[in-house]
């Protein structure tokens, strides 16, 4: 990496470094389109000083709940200087998970559109490794790591840094061309880039659809969501018996909840995935109402290999249908 002191006295050698910083931001993105990301943008690695403030705010009103792990490594949430050495640049991308099926039987209780394939980490992180290895057979040896949802990185906050999209009242990012059935990754890397303007204009204005229709109450205000009640967390996130107040609230959701997502207008504008992995398998979406009441183990570990419903284990799904059907 040439110095600023060194660009400082030969200013000649400026235009080639930032021609090639063009030049290998437009490579990355190319090849992450080709790899099926639907959009890919590049922020400069500094300390996220906007989101440390509301981080800090929603911990200390427990707003995470179990999720304890939130509380951990709060400095490199913010920085990702402190996850990657030398770290130059986030590259953020989207990859679409948004999909027309649907589950047969309108009485089972429903499943999360994003958990119909296979586990999004899993296919994520082997296109992210496909998208170093690129980079690293392209451009030269680079250091850098993939960081899929598990890790501590604030995708949304990168995410709309980069310029994919605005965080809207239901706190998720929302694209004006992709509305909001995506997931988040990045690569942060020790390369300098080209860096994309930040996304400044929030374009939800004055609808409160996904407040109005969140049947807990989750969304407490515009982009504050109180985790202990969202529905995704009750079913997924806490381990313990679900709160018998929202007995008659859970909308019938036994794993996730897309309602906030459903009713946001600007999903007018999601596109059918055609990500191969991503497609539904071994029955999922024919399991009727009583398939899904009398599910024993064996049939869970059948239909749900290799899928994020796993994560719930057989002992926490049952527990959530027991708890929609009592």
Not at 3 to 14: A, D, F, G, R, T
Not at 161 to 188: M, Q
Not at 313 to 324: C, S, T
Request: negative net charge; aromatic residues 10%; proline residues 4%.
């Amino acid at each position: 990496m040439i110095s600023e002191n060194v660009l400082k006295h030969k200013p000649y050698l400026c235009k080639s470094v930032y021609n090639n910083s063009a030049k290998y931001s437009q490579l990355i993105k190319d090849e992450a389109i080709r790899l099926g990301f639907i959009s890919c943008g590049i922020s400069k690695a500094e300390f996220l000083e906007e989101d440390a403030p509301r981080l800090e705010k929603w911990l200390k009103n427990n707003h995470h709940g179990e999720m304890k792990y939130m509380e951990n490594y709060f400095d490199k949430r913010l920085d990702p200087r402190l996850l990657v050495d030398d770290a130059k640049s986030v590259i953020s991308l989207s990859l679409n998970y948004y999909t027309e099926e649907k589950q047969t039987d309108a009485n089972a209780p429903k499943i999360s559109k994003y958990a119909y394939g296979q586990d999004y980490h899993t296919v994520i992180k082997d296109k992210l490794k496909a998208l170093l290895f690129f980079i690293e057979d392209n451009i030269g040896e680079v250091s850098g790591r993939a960081f899929v949802d598990s890790a501590p990185v604030l995708d949304r906050a990168w995410a709309k840094k980069s310029g994919i999209g605005w965080i809207g009242k239901n706190s998720n990012l929302i694209s004006k061309t992709d509305g909001s059935f995506f997931f988040l990754a990045e690569l942060i890397v020790d390369l300098e880039l080209d860096y994309d303007h930040p996304f400044q204009t929030d374009h939800c204005g004055t609808c409160t659809r996904c407040l109005d229709a969140c049947p807990t109450d989750a969304i407490i205000a515009p982009q504050v969501v109180d985790g202990t009640k969202c529905i995704s967390y009750l079913t997924i996130e806490l381990k313990e018996e679900i709160p018998t107040e929202y007995k008659g609230k859970m909308a019938n959701w036994m794993f996730g909840c897309d309602i906030c997502q459903d009713v946001c207008p600007w999903n007018r504008f999601s596109k059918v995935h055609n990500e191969p992995a991503f497609k539904p398998e071994n029955g999922l979406l024919d399991l009727n109402e009583k398939d899904l009441t009398e599910i024993t183990d064996e049939v869970f570990k059948k239909v749900f290999k290799g899928s994020a419903v796993k994560r719930t284990k057989f002992n926490g799904l049952k527990r959530n249908i027991d708890f929609l059907k009592s």
